[in-house]
């Protein structure tokens, strides 16, 4: 086990980094942050050229993979984080500085047991793109396929497991602390992260992941998953089809192909939604640099590391908050989060009402152009503390690409209205799921296994049946050391957490310039 020690080196050396490349300087100069904090920030910077420029990419690449994680979130986010922090974050996405081709070659032979010029008969030395987990190189294999080469960094798993737990430790001592930051339940939020990545460095995972999407899209037109080449992938290679594409994220290409823009960013969202609320697997990492269009027209999708599954009861709680949101219901919406238990069951559920009508009144009807993101963050935050909210680790993961999915939107179509676009399909999945028909089927086929059931739930129904509850079982939390006032007072331990979270909360400090 780490010694916390190694932890507090670790975290003092990421806000060192961070405070180099400027990027703690919004936080510095905010009037909002306490005295001791920016006396800590400013000490952090001691001694260091900080540029005049903040450098976010060089600062995220310099932390780490989980890091650049991060930065490749707030790349789609120019709204938040502002044009030029957003356009420095992009060259996370796939512009990383890529390994020597002989690394590469020994990496594909170390994975698929065969020598290269048995698998390719044919390989690009130079990388397509290089990403933070992998990266990818273009390839005809002895059958004459063209295809695209994914190979995951060597030592990338060590390098994650190690960062992911001083995360952890980092998030044990500020959850000790209680109060506001105990109801954020930073711990499980990095147990959750942990699961996640865990998926993304198994390329066996995402081969499977990428043929259940294809399955599951084919009821969506013009939107494109690259089939598998099952004999050439295993845990630390990937390979699929080769589809010629233009990045979502370079409009002017798009432009010069006549692709219609709009239609891209509508068909965007619809699949989205389609995915989350229809079949429940969704995409969850789909920003522009994992984004295509064809010349054609079509929508196409790579990197399936990051996969997202809702059951179908969230679902039907997802989609009727959204459409409530959409037709003004906040009644529904304030009684479904009572039901799934999101908001303690003390509180009013009227009161809880108008305090949603607050926040999605004045968005109703107006472009993303149109819409205060920061003011709207902050009226959700603050109606999660009025309301004692905890946070749900289970629901960030799709929080997050939604907040992914409408930057990319948003990109391509500065005008679009997210809540005409996404009313029909909401709309259609409630009357199917959720009408007299639909109601009637399920509790025919409820009914039936139950009582094929019947014997074995006499003999275990507290095994079966367990109390009901809206969110899952929480994810089991290893035992983790806290600091105490023994390593040097409260004012050690106070600086520590600040310097944490202004190493761990570097999305803020975008926001601030």
């Known amino acids: 086990m780490t010694r916390p020690s190694t932890h507090v080196w670790r975290l003092l050396k990421w806000g060192r980094t961070l405070a180099r490349h400027g990027a703690l300087r919004g936080l510095e100069r905010d009037p909002n942050t306490p005295p001791r904090v920016r006396r800590l920030l400013r000490l952090a910077r001691f001694g260091a050229i900080v540029p005049k420029r903040p450098r976010y990419a060089e600062a995220f690449r310099a932390i780490g993979p989980a890091a650049i994680k991060l930065g490749q979130t707030l790349a789609t986010r120019a709204d938040i984080v502002g044009e030029e922090a957003a356009q420095d974050l992009l060259q996370l996405q796939d512009r990383l500085p890529p390994l020597s081709f002989d690394v590469i070659c020994a990496a594909i032979e170390r994975g698929l047991g065969k020598p290269i010029n048995e698998l390719y008969a044919s390989i690009e030395q130079d990388p397509v793109g290089a990403a933070s987990i992998a990266q990818v190189h273009r390839a005809v294999t002895t059958d004459g396929a063209t295809v ?128 989350a609320i229809a079949d429940g697997f969704f995409h969850a990492d789909m920003h522009q640099g994992n984004l295509m269009a064809t010349t054609a027209g079509e929508l196409v999708a790579i990197d399936f590391g990051i996969m997202g599954r809702i059951d179908k009861r969230a679902r039907q709680w997802l989609a009727e908050i959204l459409y409530g949101l959409i037709t003004g219901n906040y009644r529904r919406v304030a009684e479904i989060h009572f039901e799934a238990q999101y908001v303690p069951a003390h509180h009013n559920v009227a009161d809880f009402a108008t305090a949603l009508r607050s926040v999605g009144e004045p968005m109703r009807g107006l472009s993303v152009k149109d819409m205060s993101i920061g003011n709207m963050l902050d009226s959700l935050f603050a109606i999660t503390r009025d309301f004692d909210m905890v946070t749900q680790p289970h629901l960030l993961l799709l929080q997050k690409t939604m907040v992914m999915v409408e930057g990319v939107a948003t990109q391509l179509d500065p005008d679009i209205n997210m809540w005409e676009i996404s009313e029909p399909l909401v709309r259609g999945w409630i009357r199917d799921e959720l009408g007299p028909e639909a109601k009637l089927a399920d509790r025919l086929v409820e009914d039936v296994k139950t009582l094929a059931r019947l014997p074995e739930l006499v003999r275990r129904i507290e095994a079966r049946f367990p109390a009901a509850g809206g969110a899952p079982p929480t994810l089991p939390l290893s035992e983790i050391a806290v600091v105490t006032d023994s390593l040097g007072g409260g004012w050690w331990r106070y600086a520590l957490t600040a310097l944490l979270a202004g190493a761990a909360g570097a999305a803020a400090v975008l926001a601030l310039h």
């Open 148 to 275: 695209a080469v994914k190979v995951l960094r060597p030592g990338i798993p060590e390098i994650f497991a190690r960062d992911i737990e001083t995360y952890d430790w980092a998030a044990a001592q500020l959850e000790a602390m209680g109060g506001e930051l105990s109801r954020l339940r930073p711990r499980l939020t990095i147990a959750t992260f942990r699961q996640w990545t865990l998926r993304e460095l198994d390329l066996r995972r995402e081969a499977a992941s990428a043929s259940e999407l294809a399955e599951g899209m084919t009821a969506e037109p013009g939107f494109r998953i690259p089939a598998i080449d099952w004999q050439r992938t295993s845990r630390s290679i990937l390979t699929l089809e080769w589809i010629d594409g233009i990045k979502l994220s370079d409009t002017a290409a798009l432009d010069a192909a006549g692709l219609d823009r709009p239609d891209l960013a509508r068909r965007l969202v619809r699949a989205f939604l389609r995915q």
